[in-house]
């Protein structure tokens, strides 16, 4: 069982920045991998983001690459997720969430995931 705390969202002009943070506890940190969704109000759960258990592989959504950026701290069981230049459409709630997989390839479908965190809301206004 792994338990995932999402921090770190709130409201932000467009163009600023937030750091979400996902806290997780319950099985060893370093063992699998992690990812970042996102779900807007009357829209599905989108990829966002992806880390490998080391920290090697990292994969983003096109409509975030170049501004956002996904790491991860296995000593404080934690993964981030830097997001610059936010704009309006970056609304919505970010999601952290656990693959158990094996290898070292990230993915991107949700349904690959095991585990997932209860949200924080993110706002960019424009």
């Known amino acids: 069982q792994v338990q995932l705390v999402e921090s770190g969202g709130g409201l932000v002009q467009a163009g600023g920045s937030l750091r979400l943070s996902c806290a997780a506890s319950g099985r060893t940190f370093s063992s699998y991998h992690m990812g970042w969704f996102r779900q807007a109000p009357g829209k599905e759960r989108e990829f966002v983001a992806a880390?490998?258990?080391?920290?090697?592989?990292?994969d983003y959504a096109d409509s975030v690459k170049g501004r956002f950026t996904i790491s991860r701290d296995n000593a404080k069981n934690t993964v981030y997720l830097q997001m610059n230049s936010l704009k309006p459409e970056d609304t919505a709630v970010y999601y952290c969430?656990?693959?158990?997989?094996?290898?070292?390839?990230?993915?991107?479908?949700?349904?690959?995931?095991?585990?997932w965190g209860q949200g924080t809301q993110v706002t960019v206004s424009s």
């Open positions: 969430a656990a693959d158990f997989r094996f290898g070292t390839s990230v993915t991107r479908p949700a349904y690959d995931y095991d585990y």
């Open positions: 880390i490998s258990r080391s920290g090697t592989n990292t």
